[in-house]
């Protein structure tokens, strides 16, 4: 049995979240208020060999006195031995100020003195403590709800045991993803836009990656990730760790941050590690 905690700003996805955790066969139950977290993980635990694994969606309107308990409440659960995962999803403020714009539904926290923008705010506070203590954090920003059942299904519900990996790409130009944990800059690699030829490709395609296959620098700068990951990802897991996102940018995240994501994606996998690529510029 495995307890997932699903948690995060309203308009960030969660309700999108748990449905495909619910799809994939998970008991889920949303919006239970946060003091009875310990003893419905002590009674499912009974029933683990019929349920699997669970997830409860917590949120800010759980009642005021139990927010700032989260981390005492946490620690109970995994004290009867349950192994228990905190995900986060968040979206930056403007991202949520349009989405509740174009759905025109109101936030679960707006009052009469109160604007949209201060209630997303104020949420942001009392989840504070949340976000803290997540193992997983998860920008939405820019996803759809189809991305984000497919990144939930792949990081989630398929991962297998040890260090869940995700590798991103991304364009400087767009901005550095809020939840990377390691983040690369390859902007020093040749840039394939100069190349007429190459510019209506992505690093995904084979003529972009022979020309940086052919790069001296490319094949240096791998090697120097790879080993640097070989060294320390393994002291990462020795500190509990159960996700990171490890991302890569160029200027448009276009050619050289995807052919690097894929290139790396690749070794890993051949190392035996649980990896999963994401290119969120394309």
Not at 93 to 110: E, F, G, Q
Not at 161 to 190: C, H, K, T
Request: glycine content about 6%; proline content about 5%.
């Amino acid at each position: 049995m495995r307890l997932l905690i699903v948690s995060g700003r309203s308009g960030s996805g969660k309700s999108t979240a748990l449905q495909a955790l619910e799809d994939q066969g998970l008991y889920c139950v949303d919006n239970l208020p946060l003091g009875l977290l310990p003893s419905l993980a002590a009674q499912v635990h009974n029933e683990e060999h019929r349920l699997g694994d669970i997830a409860v969606g917590v949120d800010a309107r759980n009642l005021p006195s139990q927010l700032p308990r989260f981390r005492e409440l946490l620690e109970q659960v995994r004290t009867l031995g349950i192994p228990c995962e905190v995900i986060f999803l968040d979206a930056d403020h403007d991202t949520l100020i349009k989405r509740y714009s174009s759905t025109r539904r109101r936030h679960p926290l707006d009052q009469k003195d109160m604007s949209l923008s201060e209630a997303i705010r104020h949420e942001s506070h009392l989840l504070a403590d949340i976000q803290e203590h997540a193992d997983l954090v998860i920008d939405t920003s820019n996803m759809d709800p189809h991305s984000l059942r497919n990144l939930i299904r792949e990081r989630l519900t398929s991962r297998g045991e040890g260090l869940s990996l995700l590798i991103q790409s991304f364009g400087y130009m767009n901005g550095i993803p809020s939840d990377a944990d390691l983040v690369w800059d390859v902007r020093m690699l040749p840039n394939p836009h100069w190349h007429p030829e190459l510019r209506p490709f992505t690093g995904r395609d084979q003529a972009v990656a022979d020309f940086l296959d052919a790069q001296q620098h490319s094949q240096e700068l791998l090697d120097e990730i790879s080993g640097f990951l070989e060294r320390w990802l393994p002291r990462y897991e020795e500190n509990d760790r159960m996700y990171m996102t490890l991302a890569l940018g160029c200027t448009g995240g276009q050619h050289r941050s995807v052919y690097m994501a894929e290139r790396l994606t690749q070794r890993l996998r051949s190392a035996g590690r649980s990896v999963q690529v994401r290119h969120r510029e394309l």
